[in-house]
Nanobody, 115 residues
Framework: VQLVESGGGLVQPGGSLRLSCAAS????????MSWARQAPGKGLEWVSG???????YYIDSAKGRFTISRDNAKNTVYLQMNNLKPEDTAVYYC??????????WGQGTQVTVSS
């Protein structure tokens, strides 16, 4: 399994970014997928997940601002992040599975929210 994230960068508070994770080596349409993040000096934090049936889940701080989606034809999962805050600054990782059942991880993409 290979997961490759992209789309990170530097954005001002209130701005938006869309992260992408291209997956290969798995039956993507059957896989639950997640996004997690690690802020400087902190542990890994699960952010959002999407199941094969399209159902989605978020941590409270992401609800109303982040949207996870998937395109099974492109084997890609996305994380649209709006109204970004400095506390969203982190390395964002894509993973197969959901909490307690994570499988493979990507290399991560840096998101920095700063004026």
């Amino acid at each position: 399994v290979q997961l490759v994230e992209s789309g990170g960068g530097l954005v001002q508070p209130g701005g938006s970014l869309r992260l992408s994770c291209a997956a290969s080596g798995l039956t993507f349409s059957s896989a639950a997928m997640s996004w997690a993040r690690q802020a400087p000096g902190k542990g890994l934090e699960w952010v959002s997940g999407i199941y094969s049936d399209g159902s989605t889940y978020y941590i409270d701080s992401a609800k109303g601002r982040f949207t996870i989606s998937r395109d099974n034809a492109k084997n890609t999962v996305y994380l649209q992040m709006n109204n970004l805050k400095p506390e969203d600054t982190a390395v964002y990782y894509c993973a197969t599975g959901v909490p307690d059942y994570f499988g493979s991880w990507g290399q991560g993409t840096q998101v920095t929210v700063s004026s």
